[in-house]
């Protein structure tokens, strides 16, 4: 299918690895112009935890391509523990890296958009923003967080021509479940923990980087213009929906 993405330009933040280079690289793969970030690589360097670097990243992207039509907020972190032993600083750290970035990048992309009457953003949530994860308490509760404000934005710029959508990945096969020292070595012997993981959704497995990242590009594309303020699970049946 033809997304329709062709000359679209297209940011994506913590696109230098998982999701958000599966992301890349589908949009690119439509014919988008691409700008990834990342705080080893991509075409800009930048920490989007610090205030200031993502509006840093927009404002480069957009003198880099003179516009931009789509916002992909992928950026974020996690690590497995307590909620007794959540610091004052691990909520902070997490409140910045989960949530204000998006909302910082985000803010700085609407001015563009509301002048040219058209825009795309979608936040990369999680399914533990709709279920708490009990070993990530601050991230459950920041992607919770940014489920809200997606919904808030969509209702603010939806006359101004701009959808905001949320997409709710579950477990996924990248690195930062993978790798040494990842999530999953963090709840004991890596095999085990990631066997049982996949045993708990419907579908019995992880979720690869590409099936995310098409539901991501489905939604930044024209084939979704009636679709804004809402949050799309990708988590292999592991939420059910209330009807």
């Given at each position: 299918?033809?997304?329709?993405?062709?000359?679209?330009?297209?940011?994506?933040?913590?696109?230098?690895?998982?999701?958000?280079?599966?992301?890349?690289?589908?949009?690119?793969?439509?014919?988008?112009?691409?700008?990834?970030?990342?705080?080893?690589?991509?075409?800009?360097?930048?920490?989007?935890?610090?205030?200031?670097?993502?509006?840093?990243?927009?404002?480069?992207?957009?003198?880099?391509?003179?516009?931009?039509?789509?916002?992909?907020?992928?950026?974020?972190?996690?690590?497995?523990?307590?909620?007794e032993n959540v610091t004052d600083d691990d909520w902070q750290a997490s409140f910045d890296i989960n949530l204000m970035s998006a909302v910082r990048a985000t803010r700085a992309a609407l001015p563009g958009m509301r002048e040219r009457g058209a825009g795309t953003i979608v936040n990369v949530s999680s399914t533990a923003a709709k279920r708490p994860s009990t070993g990530m308490p601050d991230y459950s509760v920041m992607k919770a967080a940014l489920l809200s404000f997606?919904?808030?934005?969509?209702?603010?710029?939806?006359?101004?021509?701009?959808?905001?959508?949320?997409?709710?990945?579950?477990?996924?096969?990248?690195?930062?479940?993978?790798?040494?020292?990842?999530?999953?070595?963090?709840?004991?012997?890596?095999?085990?923990?990631?066997?049982?993981?996949?045993?708990?959704?419907?579908?019995?497995?992880?979720?690869?980087?590409?099936?995310?990242?098409?539901?991501?590009?489905?939604?930044?594309?024209?084939?979704?213009?009636?679709?804004?303020?809402?949050?799309?699970?990708?988590?292999?049946?592991?939420?059910?929906?209330?009807?």
């Amino acid at each position: 299918m033809d997304l329709g993405l062709a000359d679209s330009v297209c940011l994506v933040t913590g696109s230098t690895g998982g999701i958000g280079l599966a992301t890349a690289e589908l949009l690119r793969a439509e014919g988008a112009t691409v700008v990834t970030t990342g705080r080893s690589g991509g075409d800009i360097q930048a920490d989007l935890s610090q205030a200031g670097e993502p509006e840093r990243v927009v404002a480069e992207a957009i003198a880099m391509h003179g516009r931009l039509d789509v916002l992909v907020n992928n950026v974020g972190y996690s690590e497995i523990r307590k909620l007794e032993n959540v610091t004052d600083d691990d909520w902070q750290a997490s409140f910045d890296i989960n949530l204000m970035s998006a909302v910082r990048a985000t803010r700085a992309a609407l001015p563009g958009m509301r002048e040219r009457g058209a825009g795309t953003i979608v936040n990369v949530s999680s399914t533990a923003a709709k279920r708490p994860s009990t070993g990530m308490p601050d991230y459950s509760v920041m992607k919770a967080a940014l489920l809200s404000f997606s919904r808030l934005v969509a209702d603010l710029y939806a006359k101004d021509g701009i959808r905001c959508n949320a997409v709710t990945p579950g477990p996924t096969a990248t690195q930062a479940w993978l790798a040494e020292g990842g999530l999953a070595d963090q709840q004991g012997e890596r095999e085990e923990v990631l066997a049982k993981v996949a045993s708990g959704r419907p579908l019995g497995r992880l979720a690869e980087p590409e099936e995310i990242a098409a539901v991501i590009a489905f939604l930044c594309s024209p084939r979704t213009s009636y679709v804004t303020g809402a949050a799309w699970s990708a988590d292999g049946g592991t939420v059910p929906i209330i009807i």
